[in-house]
């Protein structure tokens, strides 16, 4: 059940007459009372008369017509309350017994106070209803709503389980602030798939990812397209900044700015100086990889993958200092999300999304150094767009695979410290961080496998005796015998450059988070990969070395590519935040 609160300026009418009316798409049928402050409220019913509404809109403004110029600027207070998609659906008198709970629990009426405010819970749908109450009490005190929002989610979480409706994660104050639902009913008007505010928060978020300094950060957002306003003291330091969709218009014609403090809590300017406080140094102009050099994207995911494996080591340790960690590992993946090839990004933009609500909690770590996320972060960004082909796409699997781990890290230390919301998001981003790894690793997956079903008999056999004696019954471990194949044929593979197998897959299994894993053996085939620094794509016996990688013959040699085409490369372009 989802509480939503807002208050007013307006006196009772405004709201009275809309919860009344047709709605705005005609979607209010069988309007009326299920609930007053006495009981005896005139209820105006379905498609009522104006002076009807404005009878019932009188009674409830009489404690605030009666304070005169003393009256509060906020008059009104309004809460709905709707159940979850699949819940049962409530009849008016369990509607009314909810509605007297959440005023009670808000201090708006508190049971048994004849002189609270008055109020009325209106039904105009099956699945939700709305309570109007006026914010004067019947003996002319202002009424105490002091943390309403916080105790109407408390009393939510109550009735949930008592009434037997879908159970929701209790919050703590740290997630950012929904649209609203006139924010909604723009975006629908407009043809936007989902408000600005929304898009804002993503094309901020992407921004700062990585980003080395405040001025970096502002060019990033006006790059992507987006309006920028500071806000400057008089000493002309900068305070603030406000960002706006072009074209989002008010009804005056005047942009809709939202400061970042209103998107996200960790997107005002004080936290994001904070942030970066802990910047990479810039990279200097010889170091930064050109947009053009075909091999800089999967450098940089091969090094995010080693970054993000000792995050994991980090989470693992269940310090408060990962609560940082999880700041940076939000970069990561959002400097991956705007940089990831086609087949992957729309997964990897909703894992983003969802781990955004991991990075926030009440924790506060204030000597975690997160530089080194921070920095493969702008790595990344710097590299430019994944093709998807190739190294790009062994090494976007490679990562992926360590990623999966992580957020599943991140969910267990969400979990340790009671943070039911963040750990609820880090296994949904864990879902879509799996889905991604899929699509990429379908094609270099399959190519080891064949390598592996083609190895001769004799090396075919050490090499299952090696996996068996370092994992035990491979029929007990989780993955097939076909994905065994891959892990025989890089054992191979690393055995050819130099490496011992059974020592290389004794520290690849020597990590903890490989317990979480739902396949061990994909897990195991990129990590080898990475530790004997072989190239991410497999050389195929028969069809040579893959696209944009070169074959080597000795170990730790450094990862390079093909020569680049006679003809001029595109120059791949980060993709813009949606609108």
């Not at 709503?145 to 409706?165: H, N, P, T, V």
């Not at 894992?351 to 975690?368: D, G, M, Q």
């Not at 299994?509 to 990129?526: F, G, S």
């Not at 530790?531 to 990862?559: N, W």
Request: hydrophobic residues 35%; contains cysteine; glycine residues 6%.
């Amino acid at each position: 059940m989802i509480p939503k609160i807002r208050t007013g300026t307006d006196r009772a009418f405004p709201l009275i007459d809309y919860l009344f009316g047709p709605g705005k798409h005609e979607e209010h049928t069988d309007q009326h009372l299920v609930a007053s402050w006495n009981g005896f409220a005139p209820d105006p019913g379905p498609n009522p008369e104006r002076h009807q509404v404005a009878k019932l809109a009188n009674q409830l403004d009489q404690p605030v017509k009666a304070l005169g110029k003393q009256a509060p600027v906020n008059k009104i207070w309004h809460c709905s309350l709707r159940t979850a998609p699949g819940d049962r659906h409530l009849d008016d008198a369990e509607w009314a017994t909810i509605a007297r709970r959440i005023v009670h629990a808000t201090g708006i009426a508190p049971e048994g106070d004849t002189a609270a405010c008055r109020w009325v819970a209106v039904r105009h749908a099956d699945d939700h209803i709305h309570i109007a109450a006026t914010l004067v009490r019947q003996d002319g005190r202002l009424a105490g709503l002091s943390f309403d929002k916080r105790k109407a989610q408390a009393e939510a979480r109550l009735i949930e389980k008592e009434y037997g409706l879908r159970q929701l994660n209790p919050g703590d104050g740290t997630a950012a602030k929904n649209p609203t639902s006139q924010e909604q009913w723009k975006a629908e008007r407009t043809g936007r798939t989902e408000p600005p505010r929304e898009t804002l928060r993503e094309a901020v978020r992407q921004a700062v990812a990585g980003a080395a300094s405040e001025e970096e950060f502002f060019t990033r957002l006006r790059e992507a397209g987006l309006r920028v306003k500071l806000r400057h003291a008089p000493s002309g330091d900068v305070l603030g900044y406000n960002v706006a969709l072009p074209g989002d218009r008010n009804r005056d014609g005047e942009p809709i700015w939202f400061p970042g403090s209103k998107l996200a809590p960790d997107l005002s300017l004080p936290r994001i100086r904070r942030r970066l406080d802990s910047a990479p140094a810039t990279p200097a102009p010889d170091d930064r990889p050109a947009r053009t050099d075909r091999s800089a994207p999967a450098r940089r995911r091969r090094d995010a993958a080693g970054t993000a494996e000792r995050t994991v080591a980090v989470l693992d340790q269940d310090d408060d200092e990962a609560a940082a960690h999880l700041v940076g590992t939000g970069e990561l993946l959002d400097a991956l999300a705007q940089t990831s090839p086609a087949a992957t990004r729309t997964e990897l933009r909703e894992a983003a999304r969802a781990f955004e609500r991991a990075t926030r909690s009440h924790v506060r770590a204030e000597n975690a150094d997160i530089r080194a996320l921070r920095s493969t972060a702008r790595g990344i960004v710097h590299a430019g767009s994944a093709l998807g082909r190739g190294e790009d796409g062994g090494t976007t699997a490679m990562v992926l695979s360590t990623l999966v781990l992580l957020a599943l890290a991140a969910a267990r230390w969400h979990s340790a410290r009671g943070h039911a919301q963040q750990a609820a998001a880090s296994r949904q981003a864990a879902d879509h961080l799996r889905a991604a790894y899929q699509q990429a690793a379908a094609t270099p997956m399959r190519t080891m496998r064949e390598i592996g079903r083609t190895l001769p008999e004799g090396e075919r056999r050490r090499h299952d005796t090696t996996i068996r004696t370092v994992l035990g019954d491979t029929d007990n471990q989780k993955g097939s015998a076909r994905q065994h194949d891959a892990l025989a044929a890089v054992l191979a593979e690393a055995e050819k450059a130099g490496h011992d197998p059974k020592a290389l897959l004794e520290k690849a299994v020597d990590r903890r988070e490989l317990e979480t894993a739902r396949n061990t053996t994909d897990v195991l085939v990129w990590r080898i990969r990475r530790l004997a620094d072989l190239p991410a794509y497999p050389e195929h016996p028969r069809k040579g070395p893959a696209a944009g990688t070169r074959a080597r013959t000795g170990p730790a040699q450094p990862l390079t590519a093909q020569p680049a085409p006679a003809q001029p490369v595109t120059d791949p372009r980060r993709p813009a935040p949606r609108r």
